[in-house]
């Protein structure tokens, strides 16, 4: 098993930047994709950004240019420039992991980071 930890959310003007953080404990050998998702009041949640372990990288068309996902051993970054009020949301690291048992992955949330944007 596997615990993710996020950080780094905040309050931000419109045009700034954020950087997150994603720590992830335990068995973390295992862990394959890893995603930042994010979920603003009232809407469904929605994926912001996907790296494989080989370091390839998918970004929803609403963030691309602007946001950057990274991964280094046991953690996962996501840097956020030109903010714009829209990104407000509560931001979560996302993780497969693979049990020593089956094929299927093991998907594992943290708890949440919260970014507001102001106008």
């Known amino acids: 098993q596997i615990q993710l930890m996020e950080s780094g959310g905040g309050l931000v003007q419109a045009g700034g930047s954020l950087r997150l953080t994603c720590t992830a404990s335990?068995?973390?050998?295992?862990?394959?994709?890893m995603a930042w998702y994010r979920q603003a009041l009232d809407d469904e949640r929605e994926v912001v950004a996907t790296?494989?372990?080989?370091?390839i990288t998918n970004y929803a068309d609403s963030v691309k240019g602007r946001f950057t996902i990274s991964r280094d051993k046991n953690m996962l970054f996501l840097q956020a420039n030109s903010l714009k009020p829209e990104d407000t949301a509560v931001y979560y690291c996302?993780?497969?992991?693979?049990?020593?048992?089956?094929?299927?992955?093991?998907?594992?949330w943290g708890q949440g980071t919260q970014i507001t944007v102001s106008s």
């Open positions: 996302n993780a497969e992991w693979y049990s020593d048992y089956g094929p299927t992955p093991y998907i594992y």
């Open positions: 335990g068995k973390i050998s295992t862990i394959g994709v």
């Open positions: 790296i494989s372990n080989g370091g």
